[in-house]
Nanobody, 127 residues
Framework: QVQPVESGGGSVQTGGSLRLSCLVS????????MGWFRKAPGKEREGVAG???????LYEYSVKGRFSISRDNAENILYLQMNDLKPEDTAMYYCSLDAYYIGCLATADSVVSFGYWGLGTQVTVSS
């Protein structure tokens, strides 16, 4: 059973940094798309960043230059390094993934449609 497990969330002040991790177990595909989306109270889910196993990476416009997505293939871990955090980044962050299909990473928002995601990790940024 595919199971992503997120960790690394917390509370920081504006300008602070956090690194989220997502450990993925039971994933049988060598070709995939995965990424991070977030959900703030009263708002729709929003794709933050995504990557394709062959190397393409996309970011949502508001996080470009501040967030960085990466993966450790040997450990099956996906990371999201978040710098210069702002109060508007406050949300529950989820890791998501799916087997590769054409267009799976058409936009950063594509990640909200992937078939597997975890329980999330809360990020709170205070001003």
């Amino acid at each position: 059973q595919v199971q992503p497990v997120e960790s690394g969330g917390g509370s920081v002040q504006t300008g602070g940094s956090l690194r989220l991790s997502c450990l993925v177990s039971g994933y049988p595909y060598s070709n995939y798309c995965m990424g991070w989306f977030r959900k703030a109270p009263g708002k729709e889910r929003e794709g933050v960043a995504g990557l394709y196993s062959k190397g393409n990476i996309l970011y949502e416009y508001s996080v470009k230059g501040r967030f960085s997505i990466s993966r450790d293939n040997a450990e099956n871990i996906l990371y999201l390094q978040m710098n210069d955090l702002k109060p508007e980044d406050t949300a529950m962050y989820y890791c998501s993934l799916d087997a590769y299909y054409i267009g799976c990473l058409a936009t950063a928002d594509s990640v909200v449609s992937f078939g597997y995601w975890g329980l999330g990790t809360q990020v709170t940024v205070s001003s």
